[in-house]
């Protein structure tokens, strides 16, 4: 069975401060996505990593991949208000029959203060 | 604008009652799911379906029932026997492709009367 730890649970942050949101995951997979969700909202796709040592980079977020420690980091730079939030890492199993399953992490409620 | 639906935003649900939840999608995916988000929890897979007129359950289908005869629509009905039925329910489509990130609907938030 796969499952998805992300820590910490909470993060709550200063303006201007960098932090790294951690997701492990227990059995092989080579497709890791994260997610936004605003309170009471629905949830916005912010990544799709494919491949170890796959980085990506949108404003002050970044994401990467390493398949062999089975683990993601979701990093953030000088954090702004408007990054509160929580974040969702969900990892797929490699196809067969569970193809487009996704397994989510609990989510890491962020909080970022003046 | 393409997007998903899905309604009511608000469903009560009396004891004993079955409700429908629907979801529907203009992108012309393939594959669409139906997950459940408890407070302060991550989301669990309820069902999905890859393509028309075929579903698997997901790791919480008992309670749960779906159909799938048109591409666009993936009604979610929480019968009875879910006795816990309060939650956060979301509906996702996606190409179907396995690469392919999921693209979420606004939800409906079921409440237990």
């Known amino acids: 069975e796969l499952k998805v730890e992300q820590n910490p649970l909470f993060l709550s942050m200063q303006e201007g401060k960098n932090y790294t949101i951690y997701c492990n995951y227990s059995t092989t997979s080579d497709r890791l996505y994260w997610y936004r969700q605003d309170p009471g909202k629905s949830l916005e796709s912010l990544f799709v990593?494919?491949?170890?040592?796959a980085v990506k980079q949108e404003g002050r977020l970044m994401a990467s991949l390493d398949t062999k420690a089975r683990l993601s980091t979701l990093h953030i730079t000088a954090a702004v208000h408007d990054l509160s939030a929580t974040y969702f890492c969900a990892v797929g199993l490699p196809g067969g029959t569970s193809y487009g399953k996704l397994t989510f992490g609990q989510g890491t409620i962020l909080t970022v203060h003046p | 604008d393409g997007g998903i639906t899905q309604s009511p935003k608000y469903l009560f649900r009396k004891e004993g009652q079955n409700v429908t939840l629907s979801c529907e999608q203009n992108l012309n995916h393939d594959a669409m799911y139906w997950y459940r988000q408890d407070p302060g929890q991550g989301l669990r897979l309820i069902y999905y379906?890859?393509?028309?007129?075929?579903?698997q359950k997901g790791d919480i289908a008992e309670g749960y029932s779906v159909s799938r005869e048109k591409k666009e629509s993936f009604p979610l009905t929480v019968t009875s026997a879910q006795k816990n039925p309060t939650a956060f329910y979301l509906c996702?489509?996606?190409?179907?492709?396995?690469?392919?990130?999921?693209?979420f609907g606004p939800g409906t938030r079921l409440l237990v009367l």
């Open positions: 996702a489509s996606s190409t179907g492709t396995v690469v392919e990130t999921q693209y």
């Open positions: 990593l494919l491949s170890n040592g």
């Open positions: 379906s890859q393509i028309v007129n075929d579903f």
